[in-house]
């Protein structure tokens, strides 16, 4: 039952498919989840299948679609349509008697619904063709009958009502010497209308019958000269417009001004980025192949006494690959993801790791940092490695790994992976031995921090490795 205002919205929207699967909102009022369509580009969605409806506490509500059923195979992107239409059942279902109840609710979604159907048929009508609103009253706009229009043209008679018509003959809508062409019973005819003269009767065409520069590109179809049409050596560096013979290994690059001329390939160069900065384009550097990774997570911190605490490691950074045309860029703002830092001895979660990026073209993550530990063994629930967008290929970075070692028989955490690698492994603290067991490896490359175990006190988590941007240069 509908107990809001129906307000005066049209009772359509087209949307992007960018939101994906939704919710793609509308603003109109509805009563029930029914009194809508749906269509995805020109396909209409089938509800509960293809499609759910939410309905808000204001009668308006958004659609959500689901993926792979028959109508939606995919996610929707940008270049898809969500069109979501009111299309309530224009029908009456409750019948108010004589001496029976009459409610205010029954009489609201009664009133609610004329007015429902009134929009909905407003919002068809403004999509017909109409007559203006300022054409004479006594002009009818109804179309000829089905037999009268039938194979035939739609048009306006002298006082604009519409008309069918088979057409004009009465006007020659090509010139007088195009009728002498088309009026032609045969090709042979056509080419002798167009001079051709004795040409049009020729199986070959020699060398006399064809003008300097005659033939150009356009009059020659794809692929209708190949080495059987050209004799030996008969087409030479100096018939193509170049100048000498090259080297091996060189290729033709045209001068723009029809001439060509032989260039050696340029050996690819690389940039890399360990902090953050600004890359600067090469001259005659026509794309990049972008690699940024994004920095590890930081471990997480760890105390014992009573029991061992035992921290994980932080994830790996994620990364974005993508190859950029920089034809029309001079130059690229990098920003390189800082390492998370280990978590504080009081054994805290270590930090994400920072975000690295080439410009707005692709960025990536960092790792999440590790879980602390209080006397226990943390688990790593929550500690993901980064992700990549942007990019040709996004990827995520690595969750840190559990691993035993052999001293004191510990489990704890290896930092996670980026696609360099770069997890760094635990570091093992025996107050028995009064000394580190077991130093953790630095994390590099974007890689998550290792964990930490402690028997007694306490000890800070170890940074997750730097991200890095790699810049590929081909010219």
Not at 118 to 131: F, K, N, T, W
Not at 204 to 219: F, L, V
Not at 274 to 288: A, L, N, Q, R
Not at 393 to 398: A, D
């Amino acid at each position: 039952m509908a107990n809001y205002n129906i307000n005066a919205v049209a009772r359509r929207v087209v949307l992007s498919g960018s939101a994906g699967t939704g919710p793609y909102a509308f603003t109109f009022e509805i009563i029930a989840t029914t009194d809508v369509n749906v269509l995805l580009d020109t396909t209409l969605l089938t509800l509960s299948t293809d499609y759910t409806v939410t309905i808000n506490a204001n009668g308006t509500g958004s659609v959500s679609l689901n993926t792979g059923t028959t109508n939606v195979p995919n996610t929707p992107s940008a270049s898809n349509t969500v069109t979501i239409i009111g299309s309530r059942n224009i029908e009456r279902t409750t019948d108010f008697v004589t001496a029976g109840d009459l409610t205010a609710s029954s009489l609201n979604e009664q009133l609610d619904s004329g007015v429902i159907f009134d929009q909905q048929i407003s919002e068809r009508v403004d999509r017909a063709i109409l007559g203006n609103v300022t054409d004479p009253t006594n002009i009818s706009m109804q179309l000829p009958t089905v037999t009268d229009r039938a194979n035939k043209y739609l048009a306006f008679g002298s006082s604009g009502e519409p008309i069918a018509t088979a057409g004009t003959t009465s006007t020659v809508v090509v010139s007088s010497y195009g009728q002498t062409l088309i009026d032609d019973s045969d090709a042979a005819t056509a080419r002798t209308t167009l001079g051709l003269g004795s040409v049009s009767t020729l199986s070959s065409i020699a060398t006399a019958n064809i003008d300097d520069n005659a033939i150009t590109n356009a009059k020659m179809a794809d692929d209708s000269v190949g080495s059987a049409e050209i004799i030996d050596n008969s087409v030479t560096a100096a018939e193509l417009n170049i100048s000498g013979n090259g080297t091996v290994g060189q290729y033709l690059v045209s001068d723009g001004d029809g001439s060509f001329s032989y260039e050696t390939p340029a050996t690819p160069t690389m940039q890399v980025f360990t902090s953050s900065g600004t890359w600067t384009k090469p001259t005659d550097c026509k794309k990049v192949k972008v690699t940024v990774v994004g920095g590890g997570g930081g471990g997480g911190a760890a105390r014992g006494n009573p029991g061992t605490g035992r921290s994980t490691g932080g994830g790996g950074g994620g990364a974005s690959i993508k190859f950029i045309d920089v034809t029309s860029i001079s130059s690229e703002t990098v920003t390189v993801g800082a390492g998370g830092a280990g978590g504080a001895t009081t054994a805290q979660n270590g930090s994400t790791g920072g975000t690295s990026s080439f410009g707005s073209h692709c960025s990536a993550t960092g790792g999440i940092g590790g879980n602390g530990a209080d006397k226990t063994t943390a688990n790593a629930n929550g500690v993901f490695g980064g992700e990549g967008s942007g990019g040709d290929i996004n990827i995520k970075g690595t969750p840190p790994k559990a691993t035993y070692t052999s001293n004191g028989g510990t489990i704890v955490g290896i930092g996670g992976d980026s696609i360099f690698g770069g997890g760094a492994t635990p570091r093992i603290y025996s107050v028995p031995a009064t000394s580190i067991q077991v130093e953790t490896s630095g994390a590099t490359l974007g890689g998550g921090a290792g964990g930490h175990a402690q028997d007694d006190g306490n000890n800070g988590g170890r940074p997750g490795g730097a991200g890095i941007v790699i810049v590929e240069e081909y010219y």
